[in-house]
């Protein structure tokens, strides 16, 4: 298990379960550990996106070499098309 969910709240039982009015000990101890679940997961997702980020900066660099590639090859196709003037 990952620490996201070695944190979350599937290891405190429901407020149902418990039968009593949960203390403020209790409550704060969920919170706590919903806090850092949050923290967790909010710094995994910062990451992912700053990778995201790279990966599309890169496709986006090798997209527009490809396409600079494929418009030199139809100038060239059109220059070799066209009748020698002599």
């Given at each position: 298990?990952?620490?996201?969910?070695?944190?979350?709240?599937?290891?405190?039982?429901?407020?149902?379960?418990?039968?009593?009015?949960?203390?403020?000990?209790?409550?704060?101890?969920?919170?706590?550990?919903?806090?850092?679940?949050?923290?967790?997961?909010?710094?995994?997702?910062?990451?992912?996106?700053?990778?995201?980020?790279?990966?599309?900066?890169?496709?986006?660099?090798?997209?527009?070499?490809?396409?600079?590639?494929?418009?030199?090859?139809?100038?060239?196709?059109?220059?070799?098309?066209?009748?020698?003037?002599e």
């Amino acid at each position: 298990m990952n620490a996201v969910t070695t944190l979350s709240e599937r290891e405190m039982p429901p407020f149902a379960i418990l039968r009593v009015r949960p203390s403020d000990d209790i409550r704060s101890i969920r919170l706590a550990r919903e806090n850092a679940s949050l923290t967790l997961d909010n710094t995994r997702l910062r990451v992912e996106y700053e990778q995201l980020l790279s990966s599309t900066e890169i496709w986006i660099r090798l997209y527009e070499a490809a396409l600079a590639r494929a418009n030199a090859a139809v100038a060239e196709c059109s220059r070799l098309q066209q009748p020698a003037h002599e």
